[in-house]
């Protein structure tokens, strides 16, 4: 066998990975979740900048996002070969019409902890397609063992999207005051939140539990 084709299994072994799988909307409508690959980079691009230039709940403003397909494929080849990191889309009439990713964080101390990122065509919002990403998300998660807890931020005015992250067992933790600064100049908080997904297995040596307790001063 080929040094090429054992590289290609070897990269195939460690890839998140869902199976592609139809679901539907409130309406009934069929859409498909499936995994993204570096192909989907140019369709992938042209749903980002559709939805960032609508520009509700987002961080940019609708001329600041420029990404390229290179940078997009590149984008998503990083989340392929790393085994707790996703991009699921979702597709309807072989269109992309959203997405849902997840990256964790690149230190050990924080490496059993990630953030999502969510978003869609304006056109396929309040039809349950929301709904959908985040579970998938959530269940696919729950398969990774070293995976503990989800996080994201989400801009304050953004109520129907915190309202549904609320749904799915989101908890605010705290948030980032006057976070952002809209071209009107009002103003906005990151609203910080986070799902434990599976319970704590803290341990110090063989089976003594370890306190995280904070030593006492000049101690």
Do not use: C
């Not at 993204?36 to 960032?52: C, H, K, Q, R, W």
């Not at 230190?107 to 969510?118: C, F, Q, Y």
């Not at 549904?164 to 005051?177: A, C, M, V």
């Amino acid at each position: 066998m080929r040094l090429s084709h054992l590289r290609a299994l070897n990269n195939s072994a460690i890839m998140a990975h869902i199976d592609s799988t139809i679901r539907h909307l409130k309406d009934g409508s069929e859409v498909t979740l499936r995994t993204g690959v570096e192909e989907d980079a140019p369709s992938l691009l042209a749903t980002l900048s559709n939805y960032i230039s609508e520009n509700e709940g987002m961080v940019w403003e609708p001329d600041e996002y420029r990404k390229s397909e290179q940078e997009i494929g590149e984008w998503i080849r990083t989340m392929r070969e790393n085994p707790k990191e996703i991009l699921i889309l979702a597709t309807s009439n072989n269109e992309i019409i959203g997405n849902i990713d997840f990256h964790v964080g690149a230190r050990k101390r924080i490496a059993h902890v990630g953030e999502l990122g969510m978003g869609m065509l304006p056109a396929f919002r309040s039809r349950g397609l929301g709904s959908l990403l985040l579970d998938r998300l959530i269940r696919w998660a729950k398969q990774v063992p070293e995976l503990e807890k989800i996080n994201l931020n989400v801009i304050s005015t953004n109520e129907r999207a915190i309202g549904l992250y609320r749904k799915f067992g989101f908890e605010e933790e705290g948030r980032r005051l006057r976070e952002f600064k809209y071209s009107n100049g009002s103003y906005a908080d990151a609203v910080l939140m986070g799902k434990i997904i599976r319970p704590a297995s803290v341990h110090f040596g063989s089976g003594t539990q370890f306190e995280t307790t904070r030593p006492e001063l000049g101690k």
